[in-house]
């Protein structure tokens, strides 16, 4: 297989926007193209990544209108959608068409636009991404897959709300370095903690908002790399994915596809969870940043919610994770939210983090988690 | 690049269904497996289409649905979404995953289900795959659009509406040899003729029908293959995407989109169209058939319309263009399409096509287009 890099980055500030995800997306893209220092005709395919436009835009098919929008009309284009791990994925697959050879130059992102529905109908659509035969019908909205989760951390390892509370406090800290972040201002615990429960354990403060907003990433093959700025090499990326279903899964204090995408990863990296300097990893509830930084091999099973206690994962910490202040801070346009990750990773790892710039960092990890924990993606990158 | 095989297909009947399009999707790929030959573990990866599920269904994230109710729900999983076109684009890069030697068996397919919702709502949420801004508001549905394109081809070049009903009525009579089709009934030139205009030129009988149903394909690299029966090579498989938006469009009766696509499919397959022997190509209307034989290089533009009228893509003909029956008398479950043109051109290359097979082919073509003429996947096939 080719080897495959990221030369190009662009994010929108998170937010509310009154553009389309398609418009989003185009203007991220721009940023990316720029960023790579390639002409936009270099860009051999286009994959993006949308979730609910057809339920908040009417709007499906949105690859070529992105292309159009984007002044690239003929460009090859197609539609990913892997609930919140979308652009991740299509970011996996954009590697793929490089690494087989069928494309030297590729532009990968998404977007998503959220902020223009009323917040029942947003919590409702995407609810759509849980199992509509069974959970739907019976309430089961993602603040209550994680709300079960989060229990079941609890009674196994005696995780504490106020840990997860210190999850929220770190991630809206880091969130205040990054211009391009929905919230930036600082919280304390006790404001966590005071929040009202959306869906007990979890309260408000330990949920990410709806966001709008768009990434975009150039990848390109090895030969073409060299020939620009600041290549980030993809050292691995691999899929996992779990039942559907809820009352299927055997222990609802672990994340097994986190863990099986991450094994997939590190051993096509050749690299292992003491080797990474920086983390962008899938904090939609303060729970799911505890049971990630377990699962991901960074600290022992039941010992995420003390990570986050100590500090650990704090800038400045043993593994800063979330720099960019993560989903809680950050925001989470869900069609966009791997691709941002990705994005952060490569300013990290350029050195180009500015304030929130991880010192040295030389290997970077994003996972991107998809629905009830069924889809999650795993990526490692590394510099020169 | 690694060369590709389908080494087994399967599809479900098309018509009404009471079951969803991640439970069809399901029964398509149990067939697909079996007809492999493999056992069910030994897929490594599943590409899955779909276009409405979200609007009809209420389900969206349905990759992960889909392989659990398969029996397979560690498998990694993405939902491709590429209007009408979907899950030929899914198969494409499918072909990429294998070629780029990330895997060797995939599974890739799509569903549709659509007529559990009222007409009116079906032909607004296809309406989603056109442009949101502009096209809808305007009430451009998509029999308006090839209406558009049919007025072009008729003023350029006098295109009649009786050389379209013989598409038609050519289709309906391939379909009655497949049991699997919608519609198993021959018709008449002069029930095309008499029925009802849905949009002027178009009438009743030039429109493919709503339709549920699901078709899955088993590829597999080249090692695998040869240990399976009957590989059918992938011989090329190009992308192709043109504006957006219809105004846009320079000449409304050509689809460059198609031009494109079969440019570079043949072009990486080393053939040209007098290789081609059986073809399965998007007669979403039959206006698109005409435009499509003439785009795809086997007639010259403006005589797709005579060849229809000569007999020339009928079954015994010169080039047999839709022996399964077409998306118009077949049936056209939006997102399964792509991958049951290809499990048609497997079964006519495998000799297993029956009553409605075409003598020795051994070089097939599928095209598959996505929208307002934005989207054009085609593949070639051949045998050993």
Same mark, same amino acid.
């Not at 779990?242 to 986190?258: G, I, N, P, Q, Y």
């Not at 939210?337 to 180009?352: M, S």
């Given at each position: 297989m080719r080897r495959v890099a990221v030369i190009g980055a662009g994010v929108t500030k998170f937010g509310k926007h009154d553009r389309t995800s398609a418009e989003l997306f185009a203007a991220a893209a721009a940023d990316a193209i720029t960023d790579a220092g390639i002409a936009p005709s270099a860009v051999q395919a286009l994959y993006f990544g949308n979730v609910t436009g057809g339920e908040t835009e009417r709007q499906l098919h949105m690859g070529p209108l992105a292309a159009t929008l984007l002044g690239l009309p003929t460009v090859p284009t197609t539609r990913f959608e892997n609930a919140c791990a979308t652009s991740h994925a299509a970011f996996r697959h954009a590697v793929m068409e490089i690494a087989s050879g069928v494309s030297d130059v590729v532009l990968v992102g998404g977007a998503e636009r959220v902020l223009n529905v009323p917040t029942e109908s947003a919590t409702e659509f995407f609810a759509y991404c849980s199992d509509a035969s069974i959970e739907q019908p019976a309430g089961l909205t993602f603040p209550g897959v994680f709300a079960l989760i989060a229990r079941a951390h609890m009674d196994k390892y005696g995780t504490t709300e106020e840990q997860m509370a210190h999850v929220a406090v770190k991630n809206h800290r880091h969130g205040v370095l990054n211009p391009k972040a929905q919230f930036q201002k600082e919280i304390s615990l006790e404001t966590v903690l005071k929040s009202a429960y959306v869906a007990d354990p979890l309260k408000l403060f330990d949920c990410c908002p709806f966001t709008d907003g768009g990434a975009a990433l150039v990848l390109a093959s090895e030969d073409v790399a060299r020939r620009h700025r600041r290549p980030i090499w993809v050292l691995g990326t691999?899929?996992?994915?779990?039942?559907?279903?809820?009352?299927?899964?055997?222990?609802?204090?672990?994340?097994?596809?986190?863990?099986?995408?991450?094994?997939?990863?590190?051993?096509?990296?050749?690299?292992?969870?003491?080797?990474?300097?920086?983390?962008?990893?899938?904090?939609?509830?303060?729970?799911?940043?505890?049971?990630?930084?377990?699962?991901? =091999?960074?600290?022992?099973?039941? @010992? %995420?919610?003390?990570?986050?206690?100590?500090?650990? +994962?704090? &800038?400045? *910490?043993?593994?800063?994770?979330?720099?960019?202040?993560?989903?809680?801070?950050? =925001?989470?346009?869900?069609?966009? @939210? %791997?691709?941002?990750?990705?994005?952060?990773?490569? +300013?990290? &790892?350029? *050195?180009?983090?500015?304030?929130?710039q991880v010192d040295g960092a030389r290997t970077g990890l994003t996972h991107t988690l998809g629905g009830n924990t069924a889809t999650v993606l795993v990526s490692l990158f590394g510099r020169d």
């Open positions: 691999h899929a996992a994915t779990d039942t559907m279903f809820v009352h299927e899964k055997r222990d609802l204090s672990r994340v097994t596809a986190t863990e099986r995408a991450a094994q997939g990863a590190y051993r096509q990296a050749g690299k292992t969870p003491t080797d990474v300097d920086v983390v962008e990893l899938h904090d939609c509830f303060t729970i799911a940043e505890i049971v990630a930084t377990e699962g991901l =091999g960074f600290f022992e099973p039941g @010992t %995420g919610g003390l990570a986050a206690e100590k500090g650990w +994962t704090s &800038l400045g *910490g043993k593994l800063p994770v979330n720099p960019s202040g993560g989903l809680k801070a950050k =925001g989470h346009p869900i069609g966009a @939210t %791997g691709a941002a990750q990705i994005a952060e990773i490569v +300013t990290q &790892l350029r *050195g180009e983090a500015g304030p929130r």
